[in-house]
């Protein structure tokens, strides 16, 4: 029945899965709502044509975090179609359509790709894509209405089916060309003076010490250090005359021995905070050279130069009614100048133990 509408003149994935929840159909796994892509996984199964073929997928490694605006997440890989000659026909099945019938509806599912949102770049959207409702949490898709007027639409106002949401979420359109303007005067005013990023330097480092403050803190430790030892070999000595009992001088020497340790303990932490501060202030460096390489051309960039700076330093747009929250990622190397964030992030590959907090934010 699914191959039989899809071949109608204007049906849809979408209508599919909407006429699917109609009547109540639970879908392969037993979810009660339809979506694009599982009606999708069913047409494009030539299982249906009566063969049943093995290594139709190859399973690909994520490449990118799931979500820019929920928590970190189980790992998402992506299973890719595999060239029709390298299946393997493991049995045959009794034949649901033909492969007359099977063949028209993978050559409409090929024609209706190039009409996918995604590939909907008709007018000109600055943060296209990089838009969430901070009501519901979905993204925002780009939205002419009569067209002339332009928002940013959350997906949580659509059909059910679409938004998998039981209610419509209650946020407001949002005027494409007034976010797209506030945004990119934040932006130039975060790359025009130098006093913005050397603030974001400082709240990384975290309230750590002052050079000359980590020198003296490193040199009493040192000193206490130098003093426990004396006092080892001193114990020691007065185990040797005859002063002490052994029982005695062991325990006094485990305690020794564990206050050296706890300071020994205390000198590495300062070691490493001291090397995160030059790894800081090369961050802060690297950061200044890039801001003054592209702040002279921020007034005169085409609409496709303002895309791809937003594309480098802006990780999310977070739209909550008349709130508008800018979620900045800065290049801290030339290297990942070129790399965009959400590419960046290999805490999202593995599988991390569940946790309450939610993800820093920078």
Not at 71 to 88: C, F, K, R
Not at 186 to 211: F, I, K, M
Not at 254 to 283: S, Y
Request: proline share 6%; glycine share 6%.
């Amino acid at each position: 029945e699914l191959f039989a509408m899809y071949r109608e003149p204007g049906a849809s994935l979408m209508r599919l899965a909407m006429h699917l929840d109609r009547r109540g159909i639970p879908t392969p796994t037993g979810t009660p709502r339809w979506s694009s892509p599982t009606v999708r996984g069913i047409l494009r199964n030539p299982t249906y044509t009566g063969q049943v073929y093995a290594q139709r997928t190859r399973y690909r490694a994520p490449t990118h975090r799931r979500s820019a605006t929920h928590p970190i997440g189980h790992p998402h890989g992506t299973a890719v179609p595999q060239p029709a000659d390298t299946w393997l026909l493991v049995g045959q099945v009794p034949a649901v359509v033909s492969q007359a019938q099977f063949d028209e509806v993978q050559a409409k599912l090929a024609a209706n790709r190039s009409f996918a949102r995604r590939n909907n770049t008709a007018h000109q959207y600055l943060l296209r894509a990089l838009v969430s409702c901070g009501r519901c949490g979905l993204a925002c898709t780009a939205r002419a209405v009569n067209g002339r007027n332009f928002y940013y639409l959350c997906g949580g106002k659509g059909h059910s089916t679409f938004s998998h949401r039981a209610t419509c979420c209650a946020a407001r359109y949002t005027p494409a060309g007034q976010l797209d303007e506030l945004v990119w005067t934040d932006l130039c005013a975060l790359l025009g003076e130098p006093a913005p990023l050397a603030t974001a330097v400082a709240r990384a480092h975290g309230g750590a010490w002052l050079p000359q403050e980590l020198l003296a803190r490193r040199d009493t430790l040192r000193r206490a250090q130098a003093h426990l030892h004396q006092q080892i070999e001193r114990l020691t000595d007065a185990y040797l005359r005859a002063v002490l009992p052994l029982d005695e001088y062991e325990r006094r020497r485990r305690d020794l021995e564990g206050r050296a340790q706890a300071l020994a303990g205390q000198e590495e932490l300062l070691c490493n905070d001291a090397e995160r501060r030059q790894q800081l202030a090369g961050v802060g460096a690297s950061l200044e050279a890039f801001r003054g390489r592209v702040q002279h051309g921020l007034a005169t960039a085409t609409f496709e130069q303002r895309r791809q700076l937003v594309l480098l330093l802006i990780d999310r747009v977070v739209v909550t009614d008349a709130e508008v929250e800018i979620r900045y990622v800065l290049p801290t190397s030339p290297e990942s100048e070129h790399v965009r964030f959400c590419h960046l992030r290999k805490d999202y590959f593995h599988d991390p133990p569940p946790r309450d907090d939610v993800e820093a934010r920078r």
